[in-house]
């Protein structure tokens, strides 16, 4: 049957076997603080980085780099980079034996081990190493520091030139892009040169003009042809005034050759007759020259006629072919608009990359000039005068609350394996039988000699 302690039995057991406890409690202090005494000392040195903002006003020069703030977040992959602690561990000729065993790469996850990097606000970090030399360990957070200073310098300074440099090829490859759409639209205006949008008007304007002279033609033609009525078609004939004055002259001449076969020369009625066929030959030969003018007046009608249509005609088909370009506009109108829309958008990335270039050319030149006091160490890292660890107060603390405990531990074991009996309820509970007596334990006084009796021990 396993046996149950009270807190009271507890308590006994440790005052009978304090000795034990102390014994292996103070063995254990004193090999811990053996242990502790022979601990090497470590040093800590802390150099802390500050990163200024860029010194013009975003609004003034659009920044072609990340915000400093969050690129300081990112800061500790690049301290703890290979190449940069490789460096470190090659001028400082540091961890002989882990570079014996791993190589540099074992050199460096040592270092890596004994060093801290931790933000500090919003634009600093602190680089803090443990060595076992102070000097040594000052010397490698100020050569970190250093070494991350220059080679962000590097990388900021490259990416500055290769955003420039990417800028820059980019507008020219859209200024190509850009020639190239406007000489499709200068190949389509010439392809296209009498229906183009913008000549619209002026053709509109031509053909209302070209209409007006197809009127005045129509007019002059109409006018012509009442003339040419009036006129008459037979400049010759019996029933025109030629024709009338000839038949009266020939009956005047032939009652004339008869009065003068009759009568003398002298005669009233001969020389009446005579007069009267003078007459009719001068107003025969006035409606001979007014025929023939007519007739003239005639030819040279029908030939303005002939010229009036001719005009109407190349007049109509200038019309038509007004007609058939001013058809085409609506079409080439769209097709220039597309082109001018592709050339619009071309224009403002253009536009775009060109003050992009420009910012970036100014940001390059700021770069190169002010870089360098982009980036400073605030606090260079001091040699310590004291170690930072072990904490050997604290250590002792520690190893002498774990020996008093191992000490009642002990004292604890040696009682739980003692098998002898200190009280009635023990005796009863290992024979399985009553108690009938029991003997009280009697204590002699030295002073008195008087014998005293206690009670059985519990």
């Given at each position: ?58 609004d ?182 030629v ?11 032939a ?17 009446q ?21 007519n ?17 109407i ?23 220039l ?37 982009e ?7 001091a ?44 005796a ?31």
């Amino acid at each position: 049957m396993e046996r149950t302690y009270t807190f009271d039995e507890l308590l006994g057991s440790l005052r009978r076997r304090w000795k034990r406890a102390a014994i292996v409690a103070g063995v254990v202090f004193a090999l811990a603080a053996l242990v502790i005494s022979r601990l090497p000392n470590q040093y800590s040195a802390r150099a802390l980085v500050m990163v200024e903002p860029l010194h013009p006003h975003p609004d003034l020069v659009t920044p072609v780099l990340a915000p400093l703030e969050d690129r300081v977040k990112s800061v500790r992959a690049q301290v703890y980079a290979r190449g940069t602690l490789s460096v470190i561990v090659d001028e400082l000729k540091l961890y002989p034996r882990e570079r014996a065993k791993g190589g540099m790469d074992g050199a460096v996850e040592a270092l890596r081990n004994d060093m801290e990097v931790r933000p500090e606000g919003d634009t600093a970090f602190a680089i803090t190493v443990k060595s076992k030399e102070p000097a040594q360990a000052a010397d490698i957070a100020n050569r970190i520091a250093e070494l991350f200073i220059e080679g962000n310098l590097q990388v900021r300074a490259g990416q500055v030139a290769r955003t420039r440099d990417t800028i820059s090829a980019k507008l020219a490859e859209m200024r190509a892009q850009l020639a190239t759409g406007e000489q499709k639209i200068a190949e389509f205006k010439n392809g296209q040169k009498g229906a183009l949008p913008e000549l619209l008007e002026s053709m509109m304007r031509e053909r209302d003009q070209l209409s007006k002279q197809i009127e005045q033609e129509s007019g002059f033609m109409s006018d012509a042809q009442r003339r040419l009525d009036l006129i008459g078609t037979l400049p010759y004939g019996k029933d025109t005034e030629v024709g009338r004055l000839e038949d009266e002259e020939g009956g005047v001449k032939a009652r004339y050759a008869a009065a003068a076969a009759q009568l003398k020369a002298d005669h009233p009625d001969v020389q009446q007759l005579q007069r009267e066929a003078a007459d009719v030959h001068a107003r025969l030969q006035a409606a001979r020259s007014h025929a023939a003018a007519n007739t003239l007046e005639q030819t040279r009608i029908g030939k303005a006629v002939d010229r009036s249509r001719k005009n109407i005609d190349t007049l109509n088909r200038r019309i038509a072919t007004l007609d058939a370009k001013m058809a085409l506009v609506p079409g080439n109108a769209a097709k220039l608009s597309e082109l001018g829309s592709q050339t619009d958008v071309l224009k403002a990335k253009v536009q775009q990359l060109v003050s992009k270039k420009a910012e970036a050319e100014l940001a390059y030149d700021l770069e190169r000039k002010d870089a360098t006091s982009e980036f400073r160490v605030l606090e260079s890292a001091a040699m310590p005068t004291l170690p930072g660890s072990p904490n050997r107060p604290q250590f002792l603390l520690l190893a002498f609350l774990a020996a008093l405990g191992l000490g009642i531990a002990a004292a604890a074991a040696s009682e739980m394996s003692d098998r002898t009996l200190r009280s009635e309820a023990e005796a009863g509970a290992a024979v399985a039988l009553p108690i009938l007596a029991s003997i009280p334990r009697i204590l002699e006084t030295r002073a008195s000699g008087a014998v005293l009796a206690l009670p059985p021990a519990r």
